[in-house]
């Protein structure tokens, strides 16, 4: 299957020395100039044991060749090729096609024969059509192309073209990383057909034929120059392939350019356009191949490669500028703190002329330089630089976020002069600088300029300058740039700078009245409940009143559709259900809470007893049941319950009443209810809903959630209508609605109907939902870094953020789709016993009874508990549900990268614990996701623990994210060793890039959780300004430091495994609270 990560956990087992451990794990993460350095090493020790010896054999072929290919070192590969018992000769002919050694590439290849493996039958013909088209007239010392080529080469092309379709078809149904080396065949089998297309024309130019025959030429070319262009490898693709594709451009150029330089007819008028092409693509196909490999982190190879091009014929062809602007960006990407290299980049710069660059070009070149002097804390020298880059073209993206960020680190680097009226000029500076960044035709683009400016906002003064300047330039900006932000835009319209918001949040409304509608209204209504927040409230309804304004029928119509969804009822058995599940959810919090008193009969606690009083007044949530014999019987034994009664029963036997005859009772009613209701028996208004649009063209509504993902506009699916059924799911013992909507484009999606609260009487918390969504808003960030980098693009690490809407009133809609399975669901379909919750409650009361008597240790307790329940009860579900074993492979290793991003985002963000109930593994797709996850405490409490942690050398003695026995037996020792560790170490390597500047998203998010949190303790009163700073500053350091640490990989050496040691070893698991459930 190809995996890399499982090769190199059997490496690091089975090697037999240190050195071979070191080179594939420096090549793992793609780290090669490391890697051939720890290869050579070991190739240098003498190994006296026979199996030793093989294994050094192995590592050779295997390895260390792959290494010196993604070097590009093709030079030193043909020493390898006697390095065994026979030669390799397809070695040999690999590299002397990529030497241009056409007559040694033809003995080798006609010495090769057939002694191949089946699978490399399509390379061997490709190299032998390489061979016709660039080599056989060189060989022949032919100034022309034979008549008969094109023939001989469309053969070729046919025997790889069946090659690789035969090999496909003998591959696993499940598209996996075993597929990729064909889907690169393909590309190239279909630039070998089409160069032999221009050899064709070729060859009537090379004999003087009519002009319209050399306009042809030049027509084709064009066009293939063209597709060629956008025909490139993706970023997860490996160096080898992207320098064979442009390596193979680059002959094919240099033929054209051969063929018609020698022509018999010297003095063709197209004769010079068809050489300029010709060179001129072989230039751009260098350029190319020298940003891939800086994109790759090989920047001593994108060097080398823009040094090739430095001979006077290449600068003819092509401007300079794109030749030296990959040169000066690799050293930018490799210059670190000593000044030697810095000085060495700036004098680089210094000697390069820029007489011939146009006026953007000589822009970016002065903002570039601006950066390395800001790196030699030469202020001046930058800011000349920079002012100089604006006069040149105040249109460039690149500009205006490299003077950004200058002023903001002067501005913020000094924090006693920040009132300062200088220091307040600087920051509006770099307000207007980002916003004029983000006026950029990319919404991804704007993403880092929006969040600097909003988290420039907290540093304001006492007139407002800074959100004056905001308000002023976010005039300019397209207000779909601001979809993604609205949540962090109201937080700030609670706020002194709320005033200079409203602007923005009108114009807004005026384009994309549904994003922003639902936000706005819960403010409001969470704004009224607070005694001293007129002005927020004031803000919040002009702008609601606004919106109604420009689009009442839109609007109305969401509003009723949100209504509508939020008025759709269970049945009383499906909400009797729901009402007990969280109850004994409550009870179980409490007991958890209470686990070190040593009283065996605590009372039922106020909160519990509050909410048990609440379910008894309105059991099953449907008053016109109440004459139902049923319901009564059910309501009237439940009164009675003598366990249940707040004054006389106990915690304990509340605890086990509710889990071994109330929540089965219940739950098997629930069960024999039908699964699915029509709209038309509970919601009418609701059946009958269709596309607004249809009676006012005008009235669009987008699918919830559709603004999240980023997608342009243009790309937005709307509502056309709502399936008249609405299913009804178990799931972690609890009911939920189904709801599906039509959109536009046919496709029916899937949205699951949530209530929060024990009943519509009891609303949660005011904006409770909101510090779940800026969870998403900053996963969603993560995963678009994440996908501009190699090694996590290729590991496919994406972490799931599902789409989720809060309607209002504890009602939420979340987007579902696949087949989800969490580790509850696995444990109640894997053991159907009338008391599915007997572990929880056992471990919850015998763990509490071991404090006080002799009973089992914790650790123990938890052993029998994994026996009972079954540490592979996921692992048999999975194999149950999967087609076969490639599907489980694929799904396997899906799920395990899955898994170490969620840990990683869990224990460098200070995340909830992902429970049972929440973490959700998609059966169909193998993503992982955990649902409704915040912060797990206060941004400064967390920002103390990281520093604490960050700062201690130990290995951690807590759970730092979940890997219990069931996960552990899923993914295997050897996944847990290869790619689960993998994922986190490339994950986090990558987050630390200072390119991608994280930490300008996180202040964003963590600004709005320090300021909601803070109001939620004080009334509604906003922090102070420095307080807010500091905390934020003090939780970003931390995380910082936390990646910092899992990222580093220094000598082949890593933190994460002492993590994922912690993470599943079962003394700190037996130290978790009830809810984690750490048998499961």
């Given at each position: 299957?190809?995996?890399?990560?499982?090769?190199?956990?059997?490496?690091?087992?089975?090697?037999?020395?240190?050195?071979?451990?070191?080179?594939?794990?420096?090549?793992?993460?793609?780290?090669?100039?490391?890697?051939?350095?720890?290869?050579?090493?070991?190739?240098?020790?003498?190994?006296?044991?026979?199996?030793?010896?093989?294994?050094?054999?192995?590592?050779?072929?295997?390895?260390?060749?792959?290494?010196?290919?993604?070097?590009?070192?093709?030079?030193?590969?043909?020493?390898?090729?006697?390095?065994?018992?026979?030669?390799?000769?397809?070695?040999?002919?690999?590299?002397?096609?990529?030497?241009?050694?056409?007559?040694?590439?033809?003995?080798?290849?006609?010495?090769?024969?057939?002694?191949?493996?089946?699978?490399?039958?399509?390379?061997?013909?490709?190299?032998?059509?390489?061979?016709?088209?660039?080599?056989?007239?060189?060989?022949?010392?032919?100034?022309?192309?034979?008549?008969?080529?094109?023939?001989?080469?469309?053969?070729?092309?046919?025997?790889?073209?069946?090659?690789?379709?035969?090999?496909?078809?003998?591959?696993?149904?499940?598209?996996?990383?075993?597929?990729?080396?064909?889907?690169?065949?393909?590309?190239?089998?279909?630039?070998?057909?089409?160069?032999?297309?221009?050899?064709?024309?070729?060859?009537?130019?090379?004999?003087?034929?009519?002009?319209?025959?050399?306009?042809?030429?030049?027509?084709?070319?064009?066009?293939?120059?063209?597709?060629?262009?956008?025909?490139?490898?993706?970023?997860?693709?490996?160096?080898?392939?992207?320098?064979?594709?442009?390596?193979?451009?680059?002959?094919?150029?240099?033929?054209?350019?051969?063929?018609?330089?020698?022509?018999?007819?010297?003095?063709?008028?197209?004769?010079?356009?068809?050489?300029?092409?010709?060179?001129?693509?072989?230039?751009?196909?260098?350029?190319?191949?020298?940003?891939?490999?800086?994109?790759?982190?090989?920047?001593?190879?994108?060097?080398?490669?823009?040094?090739?091009?430095?001979?006077?014929?290449?600068?003819?062809?092509?401007?300079?500028?794109?030749?030296?602007?990959?040169?000066?960006?690799?050293?930018?990407?490799?210059?670190?703190?000593?000044?030697?290299?810095?000085?060495?980049?700036?004098?680089?710069?210094?000697?390069?002329?820029?007489?011939?660059?146009?006026?953007?070009?000589?822009?970016?070149?002065?903002?570039?330089?601006?950066?390395?002097?800001?790196?030699?804390?030469?202020?001046?020298?930058?800011?000349?630089?920079?002012?100089?880059?604006?006069?040149?073209?105040?249109?460039?993206?690149?500009?205006?976020?490299?003077?950004?960020?200058?002023?903001?680190?002067?501005?913020?680097?000094?924090?006693?002069?920040?009132?300062?009226?200088?220091?307040?000029?600087?920051?509006?500076?770099?307000?207007?600088?980002?916003?004029?960044?983000?006026?950029?035709?990319?919404?991804?683009?704007?993403?880092?300029?929006?969040?600097?400016?909003?988290?420039?906002?907290?540093?304001?003064?006492?007139?407002?300058?800074?959100?004056?300047?905001?308000?002023?330039?976010?005039?300019?900006?397209?207000?779909?740039?601001?979809?993604?932000?609205?949540?962090?835009?109201?937080?700030?319209?609670?706020?002194?700078?709320?005033?200079?918001?409203?602007?923005?949040?009108?114009?807004?409304?005026?384009?994309?009245?549904?994003?922003?509608?639902?936000?706005?209204?819960?403010?409001?209504?969470?704004?009224?409940?607070?005694?001293?927040?007129?002005?927020?409230?004031?803000?919040?309804?002009?702008?609601?009143?606004?919106?109604?304004?420009?689009?009442?029928?839109?609007?109305?119509?969401?509003?009723?559709?949100?209504?509508?969804?939020?008025?759709?009822?269970?049945?009383?058995?499906?909400?009797?259900?729901?009402?007990?599940?969280?109850?004994?959810?409550?009870?179980?919090?409490?007991?958890?809470?209470?686990?070190?008193?040593?009283?065996?009969?605590?009372?039922?606690?106020?909160?519990?007893?509050?909410?048990?009083?609440?379910?008894?007044?309105?059991?099953?949530?449907?008053?016109?049941?109440?004459?139902?014999?049923?319901?009564?019987?059910?309501?009237?034994?439940?009164?009675?319950?003598?366990?249940?009664?707040?004054?006389?029963?106990?915690?304990?036997?509340?605890?086990?009443?509710?889990?071994?005859?109330?929540?089965?009772?219940?739950?098997?009613?629930?069960?024999?209810?039908?699964?699915?209701?029509?709209?038309?028996?509970?919601?009418?208004?609701?059946?009958?809903?269709?596309?607004?649009?249809?009676?006012?063209?005008?009235?669009?509504?987008?699918?919830?959630?559709?603004?999240?993902?980023?997608?342009?506009?243009?790309?937005?699916?709307?509502?056309?209508?709502?399936?008249p059924s609405v299913r009804v799911l178990l799931r972690n013992g609890c009911a939920v609605r189904?709801?599906?909507?039509?959109?536009?484009?046919?496709?029916?999606?899937?949205?699951?109907?949530?209530?929060?609260?024990?009943?519509?009487?009891?609303?949660?918390?005011?904006?409770?939902?909101?510090?779940?969504?800026?969870?998403?808003?900053?996963?969603?960030?993560?995963?678009?870094?994440?996908?501009?980098?190699?090694?996590?693009?290729?590991?496919?690490?994406?972490?799931?953020?599902?789409?989720?809407?809060?309607?209002?009133?504890?009602?939420?809609?979340?987007?579902?789709?696949?087949?989800?399975?969490?580790?509850?669901?696995?444990?109640?379909?894997?053991?159907?016993?009338?008391?599915?919750?007997?572990?929880?409650?056992?471990?919850?009361?015998?763990?509490?009874?071991?404090?006080?008597?002799?009973?089992?240790?914790?650790?123990?307790?938890?052993?029998?508990?994994?026996?009972?329940?079954?540490?592979?009860?996921?692992?048999?579900?999975?194999?149950?549900?999967?087609?076969?074993?490639?599907?489980?492979?694929?799904?396997?290793?899906?799920?395990?990268?899955?898994?170490?991003?969620?840990?990683?985002?869990?224990?460098?963000?200070?995340?909830?614990?992902?429970?049972?109930?929440?973490?959700?593994?998609?059966?169909?797709?193998?993503?992982?996701?955990?649902?409704?996850?915040?912060?797990?405490?206060s941004v400064a409490a967390t920002a103390g623990s990281f520093a604490s942690q960050a700062a201690?050398?130990?290995?951690?003695?807590?759970?730092?994210?979940?890997?219990?026995?069931?996960?552990?037996?899923?993914?295997?020792?050897?996944?847990?060793?290869?790619?689960?560790?993998?994922?986190?170490?490339?994950?986090?390597?990558?987050?630390?890039?200072?390119?991608?500047?994280?930490?300008?998203?996180?202040?964003?998010?963590?600004?709005?959780?320090?300021?909601?949190?803070?109001?939620?303790?004080?009334?509604?009163?906003?922090?102070?300004?420095?307080?807010l700073t500091q905390s934020v500053g003090q939780a970003v350091s931390a995380i910082l430091a936390?990646?910092?640490?899992?990222?580093?990989?220094?000598?082949?050496?890593?933190?994460?495994?002492?993590?994922?040691?912690?993470?599943?070893?079962?003394?700190?698991?037996?130290?978790?609270?009830?809810?984690?459930?750490?048998?499961?």
């Amino acid at each position: 299957m190809r995996e890399e990560d499982y090769l190199a956990a059997i490496w690091s087992v089975r090697a037999p020395c240190e050195e071979m451990v070191k080179a594939v794990s420096y090549a793992q993460f793609g780290l090669f100039q490391q890697a051939v350095e720890a290869g050579e090493d070991a190739l240098d020790r003498k190994f006296s044991n026979p199996t030793d010896a093989i294994m050094k054999d192995r590592f050779i072929e295997e390895h260390y060749l792959s290494y010196l290919r993604q070097l590009n070192r093709w030079a030193e590969l043909p020493r390898f090729a006697q390095a065994f018992n026979c030669c390799n000769h397809r070695l040999v002919a690999e590299c002397d096609w990529k030497l241009s050694d056409w007559r040694n590439m033809h003995n080798a290849l006609s010495q090769l024969g057939n002694e191949y493996p089946r699978r490399d039958k399509w390379r061997i013909e490709l190299l032998w059509g390489y061979w016709h088209l660039c080599g056989k007239a060189r060989s022949d010392h032919a100034d022309y192309v034979s008549p008969t080529l094109p023939q001989h080469v469309e053969r070729f092309f046919k025997l790889s073209v069946d090659s690789v379709i035969k090999e496909w078809r003998r591959l696993p149904a499940l598209v996996s990383a075993v597929h990729v080396p064909y889907l690169q065949a393909t590309q190239q089998v279909m630039e070998l057909h089409e160069a032999s297309g221009i050899y064709a024309t070729l060859n009537n130019v090379s004999y003087g034929r009519t002009p319209v025959t050399t306009t042809s030429l030049i027509h084709d070319m064009k066009s293939i120059i063209k597709t060629w262009k956008n025909r490139v490898p993706v970023i997860m693709d490996d160096l080898t392939h992207w320098h064979e594709v442009i390596q193979w451009r680059q002959h094919l150029f240099h033929e054209v350019h051969r063929t018609v330089s020698s022509s018999f007819v010297q003095d063709n008028p197209m004769q010079n356009h068809l050489k300029m092409i010709a060179l001129h693509s072989f230039v751009t196909a260098m350029i190319q191949f020298a940003k891939v490999a800086r994109k790759h982190h090989l920047y001593f190879l994108s060097m080398d490669a823009v040094e090739k091009l430095q001979a006077n014929e290449y600068n003819m062809a092509q401007p300079s500028y794109l030749k030296i602007k990959q040169d000066f960006k690799s050293r930018l990407d490799i210059v670190d703190s000593r000044k030697e290299n810095i000085l060495e980049a700036v004098e680089f710069m210094e000697k390069t002329s820029i007489k011939f660059f146009n006026a953007m070009e000589k822009a970016e070149f002065f903002s570039y330089k601006g950066v390395f002097f800001a790196m030699l804390n030469k202020g001046d020298e930058a800011n000349k630089n920079f002012s100089m880059a604006i006069q040149l073209n105040d249109t460039v993206y690149r500009v205006w976020m490299h003077y950004g960020d200058f002023l903001e680190h002067v501005f913020t680097k000094d924090a006693p002069s920040r009132r300062d009226q200088n220091a307040i000029l600087n920051g509006t500076y770099a307000i207007q600088c980002f916003m004029e960044a983000a006026k950029a035709q990319s919404e991804c683009k704007a993403r880092r300029p929006i969040a600097k400016s909003i988290w420039l906002l907290s540093f304001d003064d006492a007139t407002g300058s800074l959100a004056k300047c905001f308000e002023e330039r976010t005039a300019n900006v397209q207000p779909s740039h601001f979809l993604a932000w609205i949540n962090n835009l109201l937080v700030a319209l609670l706020g002194v700078e709320g005033k200079h918001i409203v602007s923005l949040l009108i114009a807004i409304s005026r384009q994309f009245p549904v994003p922003l509608y639902l936000p706005v209204r819960q403010l409001c209504a969470a704004l009224k409940a607070e005694p001293n927040s007129q002005q927020p409230l004031w803000r919040c309804s002009n702008v609601l009143h606004r919106a109604k304004d420009f689009h009442a029928a839109t609007l109305n119509a969401y509003e009723a559709l949100c209504d509508g969804l939020s008025s759709l009822s269970l049945d009383w058995q499906h909400n009797a259900l729901n009402q007990l599940r969280r109850l004994f959810d409550s009870a179980v919090s409490a007991a958890a809470a209470a686990a070190d008193t040593d009283s065996s009969d605590m009372p039922i606690p106020t909160e519990v007893s509050a909410l048990l009083t609440e379910m008894l007044k309105d059991f099953g949530g449907v008053e016109e049941l109440l004459s139902d014999p049923e319901h009564a019987k059910l309501r009237s034994e439940l009164s009675s319950d003598p366990e249940l009664q707040p004054a006389t029963g106990s915690l304990q036997s509340a605890i086990r009443c509710l889990s071994r005859k109330w929540l089965p009772t219940i739950e098997s009613r629930a069960r024999r209810l039908p699964r699915a209701f029509l709209l038309a028996d509970r919601a009418p208004p609701l059946a009958n809903f269709v596309a607004p649009a249809l009676a006012d063209p005008s009235a669009e509504l987008e699918l919830p959630g559709e603004q999240l993902d980023g997608k342009p506009v243009q790309h937005w699916v709307k509502v056309h209508s709502v399936l008249p059924s609405v299913r009804v799911l178990l799931r972690n013992g609890c009911a939920v609605r189904c709801v599906q909507l039509r959109g536009t484009n046919g496709r029916v999606y899937s949205y699951l109907l949530e209530q929060d609260s024990a009943s519509s009487a009891t609303p949660p918390p005011a904006l409770a939902s909101w510090r779940e969504a800026s969870v998403g808003h900053l996963t969603r960030l993560i995963n678009w870094i994440l996908a501009k980098e190699k090694e996590p693009a290729r590991r496919l690490l994406q972490a799931a953020a599902p789409k989720c809407v809060d309607l209002g009133g504890g009602h939420r809609l979340t987007e579902d789709s696949g087949r989800p399975l969490s580790l509850l669901d696995a444990h109640r379909a894997a053991n159907p016993a009338p008391e599915p919750d007997r572990p929880l409650v056992r471990w919850l009361l015998d763990r509490r009874l071991a404090t006080t008597a002799a009973q089992l240790p914790a650790r123990d307790l938890l052993e029998e508990l994994i026996g009972d329940v079954g540490p592979d009860l996921l692992l048999k579900r999975c194999l149950a549900e999967l087609a076969g074993p490639s599907e489980f492979f694929t799904f396997r290793r899906v799920v395990t990268g899955q898994l170490g991003l969620l840990g990683l985002l869990e224990m460098t963000l200070g995340l909830e614990k992902a429970g049972p109930d929440r973490l959700l593994l998609q059966l169909d797709t193998g993503r992982a996701s955990v649902t409704r996850q915040v912060w797990s405490s206060s941004v400064a409490a967390t920002a103390g623990s990281f520093a604490s942690q960050a700062a201690d050398s130990q290995p951690p003695t807590a759970v730092p994210f979940r890997l219990t026995p069931n996960l552990c037996e899923l993914i295997s020792p050897l996944g847990i060793r290869g790619p689960l560790q993998a994922a986190i170490i490339a994950s986090a390597r990558c987050l630390v890039l200072p390119k991608y500047q994280l930490a300008a998203y996180l202040r964003c998010v963590l600004r709005d959780e320090v300021i909601l949190t803070y109001r939620q303790a004080n009334g509604g009163a906003c922090p102070e300004a420095d307080a807010l700073t500091q905390s934020v500053g003090q939780a970003v350091s931390a995380i910082l430091a936390r990646l910092q640490a899992l990222a580093a990989f220094e000598g082949a050496v890593s933190v994460v495994p002492d993590y994922v040691k912690a993470a599943s070893d079962l003394d700190n698991l037996a130290a978790m609270p009830a809810a984690y459930q750490p048998w499961l």
